[in-house]
């Protein structure tokens, strides 16, 4: 890995890191905000597994799957600081600000790691553990190690650990493989692109000046809408099918229709934008241009993409309610 001097000197200088880290430095390292969809999103699964289990053994699990989050995001953290200094969005990240140096950084990562799997071996099962073992070290060496920085089609296979997480606590919950397990974490994996893309389209300046060969640098911003556009096209269905397993009712059914009515619409609006465009011109491989207008569209999908994942996993937690407190012992 290449660090550039300036991060070198400042995260490997003790007196720094003693001086300014504080507790929340090393909070961030985890990631939180990435941290608490994890926990949403396995919450989700555990629940519409729909098995007895015992509350404490759930929440140890749910705690280990958060806690496994956290420890890839420390290790990614630790990893990208040579990039992170040189981007706008991520300079003022505890290694690259200097607060934390890198070696802890890895440390917590490592034994965070190990911590996490040995819980949920013991609260969920070898299956469930071995899976979030996958995912750790899938997010850090594959992802970010490897794809981040070799391809465009980056997000699009490293988004496999984003999506784990659900049918991790699925197997953690005693719950067997089938349609219903995979189908969550389906929707997460057909909805990473397009969310990441969207927002690589108004980042792309970031991206190019960090040498990260997102889809927007590498082969333009038209050709990211279209990309995004097909992806979304693939996304809606996915994401109205648990409605038609079993897995979501009818109100499952009304808000992911909506939803993916209005997520195309997004996406078509930014197809046939501006966004990304130099000066303007759709062309592919044109320059990115930070325009809070042009890329009004891009910023939009972004941040309703977020509300439409929220939304269905909201909706299938609230329709399998019972099967939570069934899961709990309280329902017989």
């Known amino acids: 890995m290449s660090i550039n001097s300036e991060v070198l000197s ?22 939180p905000r990435v941290m608490s969809l994890v926990v949403f999103t396995a919450l989700v699964g555990f629940v519409c597994a729909k098995t007895q289990t015992n509350p404490i053994l759930a929440l140890i699990s749910i705690f280990a799957i958060a806690l496994g989050a956290g420890a890839a995001g420390c290790l990614n953290m630790w990893y990208d600081a040579d990039i992170d200094g040189l981007m706008t969005r991520t300079r003022m990240r505890p290694i690259p600000a200097g607060k934390v140096q890198g070696q802890e950084a890895l440390n917590m990562g490592i034994i965070f790691s190990i911590v996490a799997v040995l819980l949920l071996a013991i609260s969920g099962g070898y299956i469930a553990a071995g899976l979030l073992a996958f995912t750790i070290v899938f997010y850090t060496v594959v992802y970010s190690m490897w794809l981040k920085r070799s391809t ?30 995979i189908l969550p974490f389906a929707i997460i994996f057909m909805w990473t692109p397009p969310h990441s893309w969207a927002l690589a389209l108004y980042k792309a300046g970031d991206y190019a000046k960090a040498g990260v060969p997102m889809l927007p640098v590498a082969k333009g911003p038209k050709t990211t809408k279209l ?11 996915i994401g109205i099918a648990p409605a038609f397993t079993g897995l979501g009712g009818l109100i499952y059914f009304i808000v992911s229709t909506f939803g993916g009515i209005a997520f195309l619409g997004l996406a078509y609006r930014l197809l046939i934008s501006h966004a990304g465009d130099e000066d303007g011109r759709a062309q592919d491989g044109a320059l990115y241009t930070d325009s809070a207008i042009s890329n009004r569209p891009a910023r939009d999908l972004f941040a309703f993409s977020l509300l439409y994942l929220t939304s269905l996993f909201a909706t299938l937690l609230l329709e399998n309610g019972f099967g939570m407190l069934y899961s709990f012992g309280w329902g017989s």
């Open 10 to 31: 400042q995260s490997n200088n003790p007196e720094i890191g003693l001086k300014l880290a504080g507790w929340k430095d090393y909070f961030s390292l985890l990631k």
């Open 152 to 181: 465009p089609m980056n997000i699009v296979i490293g988004g496999l650990a984003g999506a784990l997480p659900p049918l991790i606590a699925w197997f953690a919950a005693g719950g067997a493989l089938s349609l219903n397990a």
């Open 227 to 237: 990309q995004i556009f097909i992806y979304s096209l693939l996304l809606v269905p």
